[in-house]
Nanobody, 122 residues
């Protein structure tokens, strides 16, 4: 059974930093990509960043380039999203996802975590 569990969300002031973590289990890690998506109230879920588990190739949305960094720890089976210079527009529920495709599309991911809330105050 695949499980993805996010942690690390919270309230932060604009310009601050947060680190999200996703603990994964039950996956054939080497064949999967893992990603972060976010969904703000009243908006569609949007891609944030993706990483291939096997060799660490990454891609990120233009809106977070230079501010957010995705990484994975093979030894701990965890994925992280280091977020810095946070803006009020980054406020959303952040979801961890895993799938067999390196894609920005939510439909390309089979497994999802429950989400963790990030609130950035101005």
């Amino acid at each position: 059974q695949v499980q993805l569990v996010e942690s690390g969300g919270g309230l932060v002031q604009a310009g601050g930093s947060l680190r999200l973590s996703c603990a994964a289990s039950g996956l054939t890690f080497s064949s999967h990509s893992m990603a972060w998506f976010r969904q703000a109230p009243g908006k569609e879920r949007e891609f944030v960043a993706v990483i291939t588990w096997s060799d660490g190739i990454t891609a990120s949305a233009d809106s977070v380039k230079g501010r957010f960094t995705i990484s994975r720890d093979k030894a701990k089976n965890t994925m992280a999203l280091q977020m810095s210079n946070l803006k009020p527009g980054d406020t959303a529920v952040y979801y961890c996802a895993a799938g067999l495709h390196f894609t920005v599309l939510p439909g390309g991911y089979n497994y999802w975590g429950q989400g963790t809330m990030v609130t950035v105050s101005s």
